[in-house]
């Protein structure tokens, strides 16, 4: 089992501090190798571990699967980089978000692994971003998965082009819901909730959390997050 995220972010220095600030806490709270899967340039001096590495990959051209109107910048990286890149991944893998923060020991992750093929944690019911969905639907930042045979690229596709829209918010995470329901799979586990996959704007109980992802406008340095300034003044040191 190893740990895998995605640096693509812009070149700014609060996405380069955002991607140490992941690097470091991934190095903390885990002790098995860390991939960083990366398309074009890495922006950030490289962590000097022996556990990390870092992997250019390449991007499919999703205008070649998906309807037009399914095609954004959105969709080019997410499905075309990210999810194609995690089902072409033939070891067991924990993906986890560069702006999806460790918080705490990453064990119950590796040991729900040897319960359940995929893993993967719902949305919270967050006002004005889920609320107006009436089912719950996943969030593809945090993606536990022991056995990657079952993320079948070619039937995600598949199932996607059977409708003509995604059927909830997202990309590559409406695609992955849409998969695991017509092949009947439930991709949760009692043991690892939304404590694992935070949404930061919603909850900032840092006894509570184990991963707080800081996904959309929720970034650290909008939202005035203390872990965010606590790690900023560490690094100024």
Known sequence: MK?????????????????????????KYSSIPIEVWYEDSIHLDLEDSSRVSYHRKDRLDIDT???????????????GFKLYNLCSEPEPFIFIDADAII????????????RKPFIT??????PGHTSHIPFKFLNSGL?????PTILDFKNIVHYQNLHTAFLCPGTDQAMLY????????NYTDK?????WNNCAGFCDDFNEICINHYWYKF?????????????KQRRMV
């Open 65 to 79: 699967v998906l309807p037009n109107n399914l095609i954004s910048d959105k969709s080019r990286h997410n499905v």
């Open 121 to 126: 944690v719902d949305h919270q019911n967050i």
């Open 3 to 27: 740990i895998v995220t995605i640096f693509n972010f812009p070149n700014s220095e609060e996405y380069n501090d955002l991607c140490d600030w992941w690097l470091k806490s991934a190095l």
């Open 103 to 114: 918080m705490r020991d990453i064990e119950p992750l590796l040991e729900a692994s040897t």
């Open 143 to 147: 993606q536990v998965c022991s056995d």
């Open 191 to 195: 043991e690892i909730d939304w404590r």
């Open 219 to 231: 970034k650290p340095w909008t939202i005035d997050c203390k872990a965010w300034k606590n790690f």
């Open 178 to 185: 849409n998969y695991f329901r017509y092949i009947d799979y």
